[in-house]
């Protein structure tokens, strides 16, 4: 089957440093990955996304890479900040599968100040 | 910015009793989702939904659950004769249409659906 995991359930930060969030998957099939943010008592919110031909993609302080090789994603948060601090989920979906996304079980990061 | 919604927030219900949540997608979206997240692990899938039926569900939906598109703005999700086990917040999502399905599913901030 497919499966989806993160390597840390928990990352502590000291605010203003970089993060990194890491992700990896079992299926090479997988051709779509996005990070949500999930906080307390809401939804997961949308971060970033990137395709399987791709292997960086860089939003607003976010950036996202992908190594098919070793079937690992990672997130990246530049200059973190108090409000990063939440529940970070990567996911995937394999077209054949439809559109249903799997996801992993979660980094709680939390940024001291 | 657009957004799911979802209502209620939380309900509680005596095991047996049917549940019905409720879900706003938005509005230009046309692919619809549920999926559920059991307290302490990982979100699920559960159903997609596309043009009026059933695309993609998961073992996880079986006879006891049933979707709907009752009218051009709600999705809702009906869980008949609640189990203990189905105690869970459960989010609807939806993704706009263009390029297929690698586009990002959006989430509203789920039902917490209590069964006592």
């Known amino acids: 089957g497919e499966s989806v995991g993160l390597h840390l359930p928990t990352l502590s930060v000291q605010e203003g440093d970089n993060s990194i969030i890491n992700c990896a998957y079992s299926n090479s099939a997988s051709d779509y990955f996005i990070w949500y943010k999930q906080e307390s008592g809401k939804g997961p919110q949308f971060i970033i996304d990137i395709r399987s031909n791709m292997d960086k993609r860089q939003g607003q302080r976010v950036t996202v890479l992908l190594n098919k090789t070793v079937k690992h994603l990672s997130l990246q948060i530049a200059a973190t900040q108090p409000g990063d601090s939440a529940v970070y989920f990567c996911a995937g979906l394999r077209r054949a599968s439809g559109s249903r996304l799997t996801f992993g079980e979660g980094t709680q990061l939390t940024v001291n100040p | 910015e657009p957004e799911v919604t979802q209502t209620p927030s939380h309900q509680v219900t005596q095991m047996g009793q049917e549940v019905i949540l409720r879900c706003v997608p938005i509005s230009n979206h046309l692919y619809f989702y549920w999926y559920r997240q059991i307290l302490g692990q990982k979100v699920e899938f559960l159903v997609s939904?596309?043009?009026?039926?059933?695309?993609?569900k998961s073992e996880i939906f079986d006879d006891q659950f049933s979707v709907e598109r009752p009218d051009g703005s709600n999705f809702t999700l009906k869980i008949r004769s609640t189990k203990l086990e189905d105690s869970a917040m459960y989010f609807c999502?939806?993704?706009?249409?263009?390029?297929?399905?690698?586009?990002?599913?959006?989430f509203g901030d789920g039902t917490r659906l209590s069964i006592l």
């Open positions: 939904f596309y043009n009026n039926e059933i695309s993609e």
């Open positions: 999502a939806s993704t706009s249409p263009g390029q297929g399905i690698n586009q990002p599913q959006h």
